[in-house]
């Protein structure tokens, strides 16, 4: 059960008014995460900020959705491992290798080096090595591609500690936009 109250551009203040504004002008529709988000204007702002910018990664979406069905199986966001699993899946990635995400590895020797250091990321990250390093360039990963490992865990942290803090499951319906209105799961 949700624990924090979902907010609409009509019950919102100031810039989280704004921000849900322009997300329901553009979605036609706003999610739970984002509607509760909105509670806190840096957090939502943040969050719509960071998203944007990954989605100019240069890590290939495959494997950052795998990426992020491992550290959300570990963080244990069911919302976020829900979607990031659907995600991969309309990526093409098929069912075993989403199960090897979720078990922190992949059939792909270099996909199974990425996703480790994502989870040590996650966990430690003073543990990261040169030698690690080393070996992603050698599975031919850029500098870039690597770093990016660092905004993805970030977001996936970011997103799955917030929906836990507020109570939201993978069973809580979209927010309607307008009163009485139905927009489905």
């Known amino acids: 059960m949700p624990r924090l109250t979902r907010l609409t551009p009509d019950t919102a203040v100031g810039a989280s008014r704004d921000l849900l504004a322009d997300l329901a002008s553009r979605h036609g529709r706003l999610g739970d995460m984002v509607s509760t988000m909105a509670h806190s204007p840096a957090v939502l702002g943040g969050y719509l900020q960071l998203s944007r910018a990954m989605g100019r990664a240069k890590l290939d979406r495959g494997t950052s959705e795998r990426i992020s069905i491992a550290v959300q199986t570990r963080q244990g966001c069911g919302l976020c491992l829900e979607a990031h699993v659907g ?96 927009t489905g799961a």
Do not use: C
């Open 87 to 182: 995600a991969a899946r309309a990526r093409g990635v098929d069912e075993a290798e989403i199960e090897r995400a979720r078990a922190g590895t992949s059939a792909d020797p270099a996909i199974a080096a990425i996703i480790a250091l994502a989870l040590q990321i996650h966990r430690e990250p003073t543990s990261i090595t040169d030698e690690q390093v080393d070996a992603l360039r050698r599975h031919g990963y850029s500098d870039r591609e690597i770093a990016d490992v660092v905004g993805v865990v970030a977001l996936n942290i970011l997103t799955g500690a917030f929906n836990l803090l507020a109570g939201l499951t993978p069973l809580t319906p979209l927010t309607p936009l307008t009163p009485g209105s139905d």
